[in-house]
């Protein structure tokens, strides 16, 4: 059953033809965001918002911007704005997508979702309640490379999945040493809450949405701490504490609701041979999986192990992966957000995936095994 939108700004946004308006917060991502955006038909950028100067001028008038705004309260405070498109410090996605929603906007937000599990709640909480949609970046599981991996496994399959292991792992590569990605007050942490949306939504994608119940991580910030591990771009972003504050390595054992498990590791930066290196393998009774990705490579990715007339064999899929996942992304949410049915967007996906992290968080500061709730 479609929603029924209430009066107000965002009312439109369901009928087709009528054009989207769109404001994007944030001039890093959000330059993606606004170049998706304006590429797309009956969809308009009307605002813009964020701290650098030039660069809000340059981007305005690249894309014919007509409201320029240093402030994010101020372009959700436009009244004829349909969604909000968020790419900001993480500390900023909670306050910018309650006021968006409470205005009638829908939200496109970058991952994570929120700082912790209580903020992702109050907005999946608030886009039920004013009845919009509210979408997060997981743009990974778009790569050909893991939408094959779906297929293959739903299509063929591997037997049941009882283990799993998921990496990302740099060996230098920590953004912005220094800046708000190190701040555990505008970041919530640190390779974990940046790298590990990412790697968690393709891992729970590929298992079917199998729910995690328990976990237990540790956390470890030596390198940063110790002032290596930064990325070359860390010295032109702006400094906000001027301290390393959060963790450069994240790992974890997590268990699902189905007793099949996996482990989980997320660094910024080690000394060691991993270089950008992401990872998911999946073993199955019946096969194997593994997506191996060295430094976003894009060929060569995937490997299907099976048992065949009692010899192993190895399958190698040829799967290239063209990129340009955001577009791909923000197109299925203008979809979303066009067909008026609201009800099945409003951000559960996302929550989990927070509530799993902050979960991790809680286990390595507590230093015991965390059970989150059902
Ligand atoms: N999905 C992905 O693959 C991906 C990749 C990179 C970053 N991200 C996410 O995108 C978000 C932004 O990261 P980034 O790399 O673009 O960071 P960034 O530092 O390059 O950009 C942050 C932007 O927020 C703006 N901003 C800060 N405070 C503001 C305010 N009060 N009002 C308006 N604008 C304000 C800044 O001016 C800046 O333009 C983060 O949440 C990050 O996790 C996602």
Known sequence: MASSPSAGPASRSSSPGTPLRVGVVGLGMGSVHV????????VEVVAL???EVDRLAELGAQYAVPHLLADWADLVALPDL??????TPNALHHPITMAALAAGKHVFCEKPLALDTAQAREMVAAAVEHDRVLEVAFNHRRRADVQYAKRYLDEVGIGRIYHARASWKRR???PGLRSWFTSKRMAGGGALIDLGPHVLDSLLFLLGERKVVAVSAVAHGELGRAGYGAMDRSEQMASDTGAFEV?????????????SSAAFEITWAGHTVDDEDISIELLGVDGGLRLFVPRYASDDTLRIFRDVAGRPVDIAPDVHVPGGEHPLVIAEFIEHVRSGQ????RGDFALH??????????SAAEGREIRLEP
């Open 172 to 174: 230098a590569g920590i």
């Open 82 to 87: 349909d969604i909000v498109s968020i790419a």
């Open 35 to 42: 170049e998706a955006y304006a590429a797309m038909p009956d």
């Open 353 to 362: 995936r927070t509530e799993v992290l902050d979960a991790c968080y809680r």
């Open 247 to 259: 963790e450069d390595l994240a790992s974890a054992l997590f268990r699902f609701d189905d007793g």
């Open 342 to 345: 609201w009800q099945h967007h």
């Open 49 to 51: 918002a964020g701290k």
